[in-house]
């Protein structure tokens, strides 16, 4: 008998205890992005590799290091997408979705990285984003910081997760930033650690997102990003705050948030929480203007997010596990009795179902008496059991459980559907 094959490390199943609570997060958020008048855009697994070594930059930890990149038959080089924002703009310049009009897109689906598997951080994980084309104020930005607001409010974690802000302002004014960093780094070299050294002078912005303690500390003398932003830059960032303070949004400003991507300018921004240990980050995103024109497009202002759901899950199960506690399969529960009630149960069954086409509905299969067929409902989540035996066939009535207060009685069948609404609200 041969090894059991096993699922490749860091790439999880979710099995339907799992898929049940991402299916309720999904739906609450999917819903507050259609508020906000977001379409959804469906790209594929797989793209070129050259897109998102344009697109992210060949010095990023992403294209260096954690790419599944793979020749194939035509030895094409592709890359299993790391992140979708790439693709987004390549799906809109290809399918003319950006040139002088606003694009409001969201996305889901899986994601590639290798590194090294942790809790909420795996080598193939899911993310949630959204991207706006053709909109360049400071308006936008505050509006998609608000949208994610209203999600953990919605989600019933708001008290748990905290905003960061920054602006890392022009690709010029970063230049400029960019030599007085390095200047001051050279300066201390000898206490920087190995990979600081190595992205002194390839990637130095990535220095200030250092998670050493030292290096944390060293850059408290540094030169800041701010004293550089262009006066655009200001005005753009301010007006952001000034929104934000407006609605009540409450944020931290952070002068060493760059994120990882080359990709950004002017806002950046990370939702970040305590309760999940290490892995503090749960959304970020920020402002690409240059992406559009930098992948062939015209230039096109743009801003967008991504969430990564595998840590959202354990972050709502950890902080607010109500919210997922009514992930019931069933609301109707349909037992039956004697040896020719089944043909009856499923006519009435998919009658029911035609009336009623939201009602999740099971049918009792394999038997067993009363009290094993309630056991089974109550194991569905189900709030009331349907009971068809051989008298209700006889006049055409069924009985109808409340498995809530054990309450029960007669009905007409015809009358079933009107009855299951009233009881179900």
């Known amino acids: 008998m041969g090894k059991n094959i096993q699922a490749i490390r860091g790439m999880n199943d979710y ?47 992403v294209v260096e290091k954690e790419m599944y990149t793979f020749n194939d038959r035509n030895e094409e080089s592709l890359t299993l997408r790391p992140e979708n924002t790439a693709g987004c703009v390549r799906a809109g310049i290809e399918h003319g979705l950006l040139y002088n009009q606003e694009q409001r897109l969201w996305y889901f689906g899986p994601m590639f990285r290798y590194e090294k598997p942790q809790k909420g951080r795996y080598r193939q994980f899911h993310q949630m984003g959204a991207e706006v084309f053709g909109l360049a104020g400071p308006d936008i930005d505050a509006e998609i910081i608000m949208m994610t607001a209203r999600w953990w409010r919605a989600l019933g974690i708001a008290e748990h997760v905290t905003l960061e802000l920054n602006s890392i302002g022009s690709v010029e004014a970063r230049a400029s930033y960019r030599d007085a960093l390095v200047e001051f780094l050279e300066q201390h070299k000898e206490s920087l650690d190995e990979d600081c050294q190595r992205r002194m002078y390839t990637n130095p912005l990535r220095v200030l997102d250092s998670k050493n303690v030292g290096v944390q500390q060293l850059l408290n003398d540094a030169p800041k990003l701010f004293d550089y932003l262009d006066d655009e830059s200001k005005q753009h960032f301010e007006g952001l705050c000034a929104l934000l303070d407006a609605a009540g949004i409450t944020y931290r400003i952070n002068q060493r948030l760059v994120r990882g991507l080359d990709y950004y300018n002017r806002t950046v921004f990370e939702w970040v929480t305590t309760a999940l240990g290490a892995q503090g980050t749960v959304c970020a995103g920020g402002r690409y203007d240059g992406m559009v024109a930098q992948l062939g497009g015209h230039s096109t202002p743009a801003v967008g997010f991504a969430m990564g759901m595998e840590r959202m899950v354990l972050l ?15 609301d109707v529960y349909f037992a039956s009795f004697g040896t020719d009630s089944k043909p009856a149960v499923l006519l009435l ?11 999740r ?6 038997g067993g008496n009363f009290k094993k067929q309630l056991s089974r409902a109550d194991k569905h989540g189900a709030k009331v059991a349907l009971i068809l035996g051989e008298d209700e066939i006889r006049e055409g009535q069924v009985t109808v459980k409340d498995l809530r207060n054990g309450q029960q009685n007669t009905i007409a069948q015809h009358d079933i559907t009107a009855h299951l609404t009233e009881l179900l609200g």
């Not at 508020?35 to 990023?60: D, K, N, Q, W």
């Not at 709502?316 to 069933?330: K, Y």
Request: net charge negative.
């Open 361 to 366: 509905l099971m049918t009792n299969h394999g």
């Open 316 to 330: 709502v199960q950890e902080v607010n596990p109500e919210f997922t506690a009514g992930t019931a399969v069933a």
């Open 15 to 61: 099995l339907p205890a799992d898929t049940r609570v991402w299916q309720k997060i999904e739906e609450t958020l999917k819903g507050i992005l259609r508020g906000y008048g977001f379409s959804e855009i469906r790209t594929p697994i797989v793209e070129h590799t050259p897109l998102f070594r344009r697109a992210i930059g060949e010095v990023t930890d």
């Open 349 to 359: 069954a998919e009658k029911i179902r035609d009336e009623m086409p939201s009602l």
